[in-house]
């Protein structure tokens, strides 16, 4: 089977979407051939079986070159795919959806966020199937919709040894933005530390427009105020094939994101064997019996998870979930379960 893939850009260096260019490794495992239409274009080493089509942005197109493009790429490569997979872009699937079923290809769109709208709606109609993660990744009900994981790779961390001495080395890993709630973070360190528990906080990412600078600004201010600053170090993002690297340096990681989608960090963070503390209501069913422990619903349960881990000898939960995320959450599995969906047809 041949397979168009449209997705926002291909760089396997950049920080926040470097992850896609191991998804397409994995995909050209399991098809004939794969076209890439994207809107922008980086640094990658691909399989000869993939080609790369850029709409442009990255010579700075405009948002009508980048339509007419678009409009282009699929027309001169329709004979060279079958099914077509639109990753986090519903506004894809509008603007394609006609040509494709004209054609009789299959569309797939994947969406993994709670936000719905006008346009995720009509892209639902168009569409043949939906994949996501969790009921919470999707929030429209509908007979299109796959439940199919996650689509985590492997992430290669080395064994660092465990903790050094008493300290306990805990992390933020994504986006410096309002909506992440990394205060929250901050305030449970400072609450840990109150407690008796000798811990750190590396805080590792980006702000990239002007509310996440200025909310990089308060972060500062709130670690002060707390009278944790010497205990809270700000880094800089790094590229995704540098997260095992980043891991290794953690005992922990902590994710306060708000109930929604599946937060990816927290899953490559388990799959790289360290546990990840969440409010996201999401992973409760991932975490499954283990959930009081890594699951907390509000500030105050994030703070008596962590210490509750911090003082306890304990690592068989750590080692169960690990392993469940790492069977069913696979990028692996997650491309073979979309090719056979495909297949079906249904």
């Given at each position: 089977?041949?397979?168009?893939?449209?997705?926002?850009?291909?760089?396997?260096?950049?920080?926040?979407?470097?992850?896609?260019?191991?998804?397409?490794?994995?995909?050209?495992?399991?098809?004939?051939?794969?076209?890439?239409?994207?809107?922008?274009?980086?640094?990658?080493?691909?399989?000869?079986?993939?080609?790369?089509?850029?709409?442009?942005?990255?010579?700075?197109?405009?948002?009508?070159?980048?339509?007419?493009?678009?409009?282009?790429?699929?027309?001169?490569?329709?004979?060279?795919?079958?099914?077509?997979?639109?990753?986090?872009?519903?506004?894809?699937?509008?603007?394609?959806?006609?040509?494709?079923?004209?054609?009789?290809?299959?569309?797939?769109?994947?969406?993994?966020?709670?936000?719905?709208?006008?346009?995720?709606?009509?892209?639902?109609?168009?569409?043949?199937f939906v994949f996501?993660?969790?009921?919470?990744?999707f929030r429209i009900?509908?007979?299109?919709?796959?439940?199919?994981?996650?689509?985590?790779?492997?992430?290669?961390?080395?064994?660092?040894?465990?903790?050094?001495?008493?300290?306990?080395?805990?992390?933020?890993?994504?986006?410096?933005?309002?909506?992440?709630?990394?205060?929250?973070?901050?305030?449970?360190?400072?609450?840990?530390?109150?407690?008796?528990?000798?811990?750190?906080?590396?805080?590792?990412?980006?702000?990239?427009?002007?509310?996440?600078?200025?909310?990089?600004?308060?972060?500062?201010?709130?670690?002060?105020?707390?009278?944790?600053?010497?205990?809270?170090?700000?880094?800089?993002?790094?590229?995704?094939?540098?997260?095992?690297?980043?891991?290794?340096?953690?005992?922990?990681?902590?994710?306060?994101?708000?109930?929604?989608?599946?937060?990816?960090?927290?899953?490559?963070?388990?799959?790289?064997?360290?546990?990840?503390?969440?409010?996201?209501?999401?992973?409760?069913?991932?975490?499954?019996?283990?959930?009081?422990?890594?699951?907390?619903?509000?500030?105050?349960?994030?703070?008596?998870?962590?210490?509750a881990f911090a003082?306890?000898?304990?690592?068989?939960?750590?080692?169960?979930?690990?392993?469940?995320?790492?069977?069913?959450?696979?990028?692996?599995?997650?491309?073979?379960?979309?090719?056979?969906?495909?297949?079906?047809?249904?």
């Amino acid at each position: 089977m041949r397979i168009l893939i449209i997705t926002q850009k291909v760089d396997r260096n950049d920080t926040v979407l470097g992850f896609f260019h191991t998804w397409l490794l994995e995909f050209a495992k399991n098809y004939e051939s794969i076209e890439v239409i994207c809107l922008e274009k980086g640094d990658y080493d691909l399989p000869q079986n993939v080609t790369v089509h850029s709409l442009g942005k990255e010579s700075g197109m405009s948002r009508t070159q980048y339509i007419i493009r678009f409009y282009k790429n699929i027309y001169s490569l329709r004979k060279q795919y079958d099914v077509v997979f639109v990753h986090m872009n519903p506004i894809y699937v509008i603007l394609g959806a006609f040509f494709w079923r004209a054609y009789g290809n299959r569309i797939g769109l994947w969406y993994v966020h709670k936000a719905v709208n006008l346009q995720l709606r009509l892209a639902l109609v168009l569409t043949h199937f939906v994949f996501t993660s969790s009921p919470e990744s999707f929030r429209i009900k509908s007979t299109k919709v796959h439940y199919v994981g996650h689509g985590v790779e492997a992430v290669t961390v080395t064994d660092n040894g465990g903790r050094i001495g008493n300290r306990l080395r805990a992390l933020y890993l994504g986006r410096i933005s309002e909506i992440k709630r990394i205060d929250m973070i901050i305030r449970t360190v400072s609450a840990l530390r109150n407690m008796g528990v000798d811990v750190v906080l590396s805080v590792v990412g980006d702000a990239i427009v002007e509310n996440d600078i200025k909310y990089r600004a308060f972060l500062e201010d709130t670690a002060r105020f707390f009278d944790v600053s010497n205990y809270v170090r700000f880094f800089p993002a790094v590229p995704h094939e540098e997260i095992g690297t980043i891991l290794n340096r953690a005992d922990i990681m902590i994710n306060a994101s708000p109930d929604g989608g599946m937060d990816k960090v927290v899953l490559e963070s388990w799959i790289g064997g360290v546990p990840c503390f969440t409010t996201n209501k999401a992973f409760r069913r991932v975490f499954g019996e283990y959930a009081p422990l890594f699951y907390a619903l509000d500030e105050e349960g994030l703070v008596q998870s962590v210490y509750a881990f911090a003082t306890s000898k304990e690592i068989a939960p750590v080692q169960e979930v690990s392993s469940h995320i790492k069977t069913h959450y696979s990028l692996s599995g997650l491309a073979k379960t979309i090719l056979n969906i495909y297949e079906a047809g249904k």
